[in-house]
């Protein structure tokens, strides 16, 4: 009877333990949010195992390593980018990983792209299967309230940055991911400084995507707001050539703009109108949407490009045209007399 006693002991200590470890490999951790994690090539599964303790995904990285001793699978580990979802368990995580499943798509969206060019980017990963369609949901008034906010369309919304989608994902999905970023990207102050400009969220949105159009160097982006901000305090059209081609939809960086499109009315034509335009014309970065928000105390009005990604600044028009005649080949002039167009009509040449 004492010589069982120790057994029994073992025994429960075992099953014990057997116990803690089936439950502990099939108890979700992660709870809460998605999570990108990456498998690089040739890492052991000690270096993955140890991966994914520190980003919270297991808590004893040794059961999972005796489970994949003992299955055999610790050797099928498969690098790449994965997307964590909640309320895996870490068997279920190993299995992911062993298998290949689940394996995410990145896509890296750059700042200033159109709802469009997004599209374009998705179908080329093979995320959406039709451009038309998710342009068409971009645009739903209902998907669009559901993600709380109040606008046209997605276009502004949709953050620059770097994603991982799993092939599955629904094209739903990976707009929600976008915009949940922006929300996350615009602090509150942002909304504070907004009235403090007289202008709405929306408004500093839709300027702060012309500035990401017009702006290469990033620390000219304060400059070329204080333009616009100047322009509009003063009820001047903004004169910005991306709204027009915008407006036009055609591509920024193909389309040969031509002062014929300037004359063509269409909402977004800032030359013919005054204010801002309906919509952003593009996904603007955090730098352009803070540049939007605190301009330059300049008082600059045009600007012209230098042919080098920089930018001519002007206060008076007479200062603006000499710099065209100074960094652009022909110059107004040349325009003027090609055209019939009277060099003195600022209407149609200010600010770029």
Not at 25 to 51: Q, Y
Request: aromatic fraction near 12%.
């Amino acid at each position: 009877m004492q010589g069982e006693r120790p057994l029994l002991i073992l025994a429960f200590a075992f099953f014990s333990l057997a116990l803690y470890a089936l439950l502990a490999l099939h108890s979700p951790v992660l709870t809460k949010e998605s999570v990108e994690i990456k498998v690089p090539k040739g890492a052991s599964f000690k270096e993955v195992l140890r991966d994914l303790r520190e980003k919270g995904l297991i808590k004893n990285p040794w059961i999972l390593y005796l489970y994949g001793r003992l299955s055999q699978k610790d050797s099928q580990i498969k690098a790449g980018h994965y997307l964590v979802e909640p309320f895996q368990s870490p068997k279920d995580l190993f299995e992911l990983l062993s298998q290949g499943k689940g394996m995410a798509v990145k896509v890296t969206i750059p700042e200033g792209l159109t709802l469009r060019e997004v599209a374009e980017k998705l179908k080329e990963k093979g995320l959406i299967d039709s451009e038309q369609d998710f342009l068409a949901l971009c645009q739903d008034e209902d998907f669009i309230r559901s993600l709380g906010l109040e606008a046209l369309s997605l276009e502004g919304y949709l953050f620059p940055d770097t994603y991982y989608f799993d092939l599955s994902a629904r094209p739903e999905e990976i707009v929600k991911v976008m915009v949940e970023n922006f929300l996350k990207k615009w602090d509150p102050s942002f909304s504070k400084r907004a009235k403090e400009l007289g202008l709405t969220e929306y408004e500093v949105l839709i300027l702060a995507s012309i500035i990401e159009k017009e702006a290469l160097l990033s620390e000219e982006k304060p400059l070329i707001s204080a333009v616009f901000h100047n322009r509009l305090k003063r009820r001047m059209p903004l004169c910005a050539d991306p709204t027009v081609i915008y407006g036009l939809k055609q591509s920024y960086w193909n389309f040969d703009l031509k002062r014929k499109h300037l004359k063509t009315p269409t909402p977004y034509n800032t030359y013919l109108l005054k204010g801002l335009p309906p919509t952003p014309i593009c996904n603007p970065g955090l730098g352009s949407i803070k540049a939007a928000l605190y301009p330059a105390k300049v008082p600059y009005l045009y600007f012209v490009s230098r042919n080098d990604g920089s930018h001519y600044f002007s206060t008076t028009y007479k200062e603006h045209l000499e710099a065209v005649y100074l960094y652009q080949k022909g110059g107004l002039k040349a325009q003027a007399q090609s055209t019939g167009v009277d060099e003195t009509q600022a209407e149609f040449y200010p600010p770029n």
